[in-house]
Nanobody
Framework: QLQASGGGLVQAGGSLRLSCAAS????????LGWFRQAPGKEREFAAA????????YYADSVKGRFTISRDNAKKTVTLQMNSLKPEDTAVYHC??????????????????WGQGTQVTVSS
């Protein structure tokens, strides 16, 4: 089970830190991702991190502004979002998958999803 938190309202140029807490004994073996869905749009990839934290992946739209990290001991994954833009406004979902064979940007590869947290960036 995944529980996302940390969303809110922020002005453009500001920062937010999203967290996702997980339950289960096998957290450390899962790759984790953050996806986002804006009103009227499909859910899209934002960032992902492998089970060890050794590799991270980012959508071009967030690269250089967002940082994904994980703490396997605390069973959490974090998305630090800086230099936020109005187009970052969306519901952000954390997701987990047991496979480690690439395609980390494809939402259909993730088996477990959290309920989402709203991020609103005002101009």
């Amino acid at each position: 089970q995944l529980q996302a938190s940390g969303g809110g309202l922020v002005q453009a140029g500001g920062s937010l830190r999203l967290s996702c807490a997980a339950s289960g004994r096998t957290f450390g073996s899962y790759a984790l991702g953050w996806f986002r869905q804006a009103p009227g749009k499909e859910r899209e990839f934002a960032a992902a991190i492998t089970w060890s934290g050794g590799s991270t992946y980012y959508a071009d739209s967030v690269k250089g502004r967002f940082t994904i990290s994980r703490d396997n001991a605390k069973k959490t994954v974090t998305l630090q979002m800086n230099s936020l833009k109005p187009e970052d406004t969306a519901v952000y979902h954390c997701a987990a998958r047991g496979s480690h064979d690439g395609d980390y940007d494809r939402r259909e590869r993730y088996a477990y999803w959290g309920q989402g947290t709203q991020v609103t960036v005002s101009s």
